[in-house]
């Protein structure tokens, strides 16, 4: 990827949060990174270097600036949001698939060779998806080191690096510091509370309408599985190696994240997957700047900064969201799928599994926890619903067998819904089965694979605003209409949304 030089200087010289995660800042003689925000002194232009990604500065030899904690910076949006390979491969090694799988498992997801995969990274991040992988294992690891009493040996692990002496080396190279003393700063900062609990602050690129993002998720929260109460949204996950809960609660500059985990190498799939839900990785200021050049949208983007594309968490749910919710309202859905997941709750109770894997959690702890934390569960898998009867379908025998073929599909891997899939063949294996047309498919490609771009025409909360803000209200007329809303349709059908 190409950086212009004198566009990032000036981004640095004025310390503008909004090009954090689009690229890092160099400075050859201290021998640091750090985001463009960086409130130090703003180094000499001979000094400077510029890199697309964290991994790269690490490859040159740089080490992450304590001051502004470059590692800890928003995502660059470009790999949020496009359907390539890179942005494909970004969203699945942030899930932790290199650590899990290997690269050969992410090329094999990909569909690519490890050497082409690898020659296109790159060209356009500066660096290989082991580089990529090995940045987000240091971060997790210091996160594990300054928020948790975790041993460092047990930190190398969670964290998921091979052995402790690349642990010690690697934290040492992109650090400066030796674990040891990345940890001697632990008591200056609020310490997380309960074994398998972790606290951490989840940066995101201003502005944020937070309000807009908890009345989204509230008015579509299912009982047991989350809910918003008191400015903070709950909700329980299923990761790789066990289940968790997550607090989130937006604040000024960033969202507080409480993340209760069964399992600590869960904790980079979690921070992604919390990151993807409230789009924290988006440039609100080009969605927002292109809105805002319709006359029928600049007063609500004007009077309402920063409103996001809420994502999932799991794309298979958000798909069975979407059936259940054909031709009804969202209150006669989630009354639907709350009777689905009773039939399903007994094998998913978070706090049974975290009892279960973790260790030093013991069975006083679990009784400790507030009440509302020990009711969640996970959203059940496309296998579990595969094994309920029928009566736990209170719709129609069509739906209901539209949604056994999609959860065979996910379960047999024929149908990738996951953040890392190809966008243009999921909607394509989507519609070609029976019970999904264009509204679902595209719902699903818009909130599960992350698609900025998706108009819902025949929606019909998208025909009342467009009403009540003076558009074109028939569905053939206003997608023509909406040409002009592209790349960011997708988050004009929320502003429509809410003008409804």
Known sequence: MELDFERCYRAVDSRDQRFDGWFYTGVTSTGIYCRPSCPAMTPKRQNVRFFPSAAAAQGAGLRACRRCRPDAAPGSPQWDVRADVVGRAMRLIADGVVDRDGVPGLAARLGYTERHLHRMLRAELGAGPLALARAQRAQTARILIETTGLGLAEVAFAAGFGSVRQFNDTVREVYGATPSELRVGRARRPAASGAGTITLRLAYRPPLHASALLDFLALRALPGVEEVRDGTYHRALRLPHGAATVALTPADGHVAATLRLADMRDLAPAVARCRRLLDLDADPVAADGALAEDPALAPAVAAEPGVRLPHAVDGFEMALRAIATQQISLRSARTTLTHLLTATAADHLVDHEV??????????????????????????????????????????????????????????????????????????????????????????????????????????GVRRGAAALGLPDDPKTLDAYADRWRPWRSYAVIRLWRAA
């Not at 009566?391 to 599909?409: H, L, Q, Y």
């Not at 190809?422 to 595209?442: C, K, N, Q, S, Y």
Request: hydrophobic share 40%; charged share 25%.
């Open 355 to 460: 009892v279960a894997s973790s260790p030093g959690v013991s069975q006083q702890q679990l009784h400790d926890q507030p009440g509302e934390e020990r009711r969640l569960r996970a959203f059940p898998s496309a296998e579990k619903v595969l094994s309920v009867p029928d009566e736990a379908f209170r719709m129609p025998g069509a739906r209901r067998e539209t949604i056994r073929a999609v959860a065979r599909a996910v379960a047999d891997g024929s149908l990738d819904l996951e953040p890392g899939g190809d966008r243009e063949e999921a909607v394509r294996r989507l519609t070609a089965l029976p019970g999904i047309g264009p509204w679902t498919a595209g719902y699903v490609a818009m909130r599960a694979l992350g698609d900025p771009d998706v108009l819902l025409p025949t929606d019909l």
